[in-house]
């Protein structure tokens, strides 16, 4: 009789699929929070972050 | 020639009406001294209370600025995201939002690593055409 060890943690390749959706969420709120802060103080913001920004969550 | 016997009651008629007038402002100037100090008051609690929202601001950004400066990834996005709150609130000055700029230049250094065109130290294209000198 085998017994099965569960040990919670999910395949390699979900875990560093997650983590790079993580990391693309962080430059989106980046991007997002550039935007806000070169409109206030009244500077151009490079249109790749425009673009950026404007992806979803 | 001699003096008018009215003469004397018109004066005291005059000076009694100077004193009427005196005394009716009395209420008024009452009124504009409460009114003053009501307004003194105002102001000094206005600016108290913006001294105060200053104040809960800046504690909500340093603890956001944390945030984004962590290693967990799940706490610098949350950071971040308020960040963006706080800069666009009318207490963030000009300095203050210069300060918060600091948060978006770790994530997006790495873009800029990434990104063949676009590197530190060269000029980025913006949205309108316009070159922006980094």
Redesign the interface.
Known sequence: MSTAIHTGRKPKHASSRADSRQEERIRIRAARLRVTTDKKLGRQTPAWVEELAKQKL | MRVAPAAAPRRAIAEEQWWDIVGSLGPVATLLAASVAALLAWRTLAQRRQADQRSQWWARTQWALDAAMSED??R??VG??V??LL??SDL?G?EE??I??I??A???A??WHV?DD?SFGHN?????G?E?ER
Do not use: H, K, Q
């Open positions: 990834p799940a610098r996005e971040l995201g960040l963006e800069a666009s963030a000009d939002v210069e918060i700029s948060a978006w770790g994530p997006l790495d873009r990104d676009v980025e294209e913006t949205s309108n316009s922006v």
